[in-house]
């Protein structure tokens, strides 16, 4: 099934779930988890999961449905990128995950890679915000909608370590980019931030 129908199903989620947080009467509560159960079960078929399965994660979320917001570093040393191994795929990305709640997302990023990394950093400025859903960044479907920030840091301390969620932690050339986790990261963005580190004093980029 197409990407369209993911996006289509993600909007009639963040419909049920809004409209069960501004219902105004009992038949308001029946009718939107009705769209919720429907949505649950497209995404359960195209997904070849139980639909009880998504309903009970899906729906760990309540009130006004907004984007997930995911923070990710670009951290230099001698024009190179610092990237992690990932553990569940093998393959590279920038370091970073999702921002938790109480976190700033300059520190959301700060944390994710010394946890990912095992370096201390510290976040100098926003360069880029992106909707994970724009076809142009090339990442698979995903059943929350998304946007990744991502922030230029500064190494400050520590040194490189693994950890559960990371194998591996190294530095690359634009001419060396590992194979990347596509979910994470996309080779468009990374040689964008390479233009970054080359051309310094550009705009924030945003989608």
Not at 58 to 84: C, N, S, W, Y
Not at 93 to 104: Q, T
Not at 145 to 157: A, D, M, T
Not at 160 to 175: H, L, N, Q, V, W
């Given at each position: 099934?197409?990407s369209p129908?993911?996006?289509?199903?993600?909007?009639?989620?963040?419909?049920?779930?809004?409209?069960?947080?501004?219902?105004?009467?009992?038949?308001?509560?029946?009718?939107?988890?009705?769209?919720?159960?429907?949505?649950?079960?497209?995404?359960?078929?195209?997904?070849?999961?139980?639909?009880?399965?998504?309903?009970?994660?899906?729906?760990?979320?309540?009130?006004?449905?907004?984007?997930?917001?995911?923070?990710?570093?670009?951290?230099?040393?001698?024009?190179?990128?610092?990237?992690?191994?990932?553990?569940s795929d093998?393959?590279?990305?920038?370091?970073?995950?999702?921002?938790?709640?109480?976190?700033?997302?300059?520190?959301?990023?700060?944390?994710?890679?010394?946890?990912?990394?095992?370096?201390?950093?510290?976040?100098?400025?926003?360069?880029?915000?992106?909707?994970?859903?724009?076809?142009?960044?090339?990442?698979?479907?995903?059943?929350?909608?998304?946007?990744?920030?991502?922030?230029?840091?500064?190494?400050?301390?520590?040194?490189?370590?693994?950890?559960?969620?990371?194998?591996?932690?190294?530095?690359?050339?634009?001419?060396?980019?590992?194979?990347?986790?596509?979910?994470?990261?996309?080779?468009?963005?990374?040689?964008?931030?390479?233009?970054?580190?080359?051309?310094?004093?550009?705009?924030?980029?945003?989608?």
């Amino acid at each position: 099934m197409t990407s369209p129908w993911l996006s289509w199903i993600q909007q009639l989620q963040g419909v049920a779930q809004t409209g069960l947080h501004y219902k105004n009467h009992p038949f308001d509560t029946e009718r939107y988890r009705q769209v919720q159960e429907i949505a649950d079960a497209m995404l359960a078929a195209i997904a070849n999961a139980e639909p009880q399965l998504l309903t009970d994660l899906l729906h760990q979320d309540v009130g006004h449905a907004t984007p997930k917001i995911e923070v990710r570093g670009v951290v230099f040393r001698e024009g190179k990128l610092l990237m992690v191994q990932e553990s569940s795929d093998g393959r590279w990305s920038l370091p970073g995950g999702w921002a938790d709640i109480g976190d700033s997302p300059s520190r959301a990023v700060e944390r994710e890679i010394f946890e990912e990394s095992g370096y201390t950093t510290r976040a100098t400025r926003l360069l880029a915000v992106y909707d994970r859903a724009n076809p142009r960044h090339g990442h698979p479907p995903a059943p929350y909608h998304s946007y990744k920030l991502f922030f230029r840091c500064e190494i400050v301390g520590g040194q490189p370590t693994s950890s559960y969620e990371t194998t591996a932690i190294d530095f690359f050339g634009p001419d060396a980019i590992p194979p990347l986790s596509p979910g994470r990261n996309g080779l468009n963005q990374i040689n964008r931030f390479f233009d970054f580190w080359d051309h310094p004093d550009q705009p924030v980029e945003f989608d």
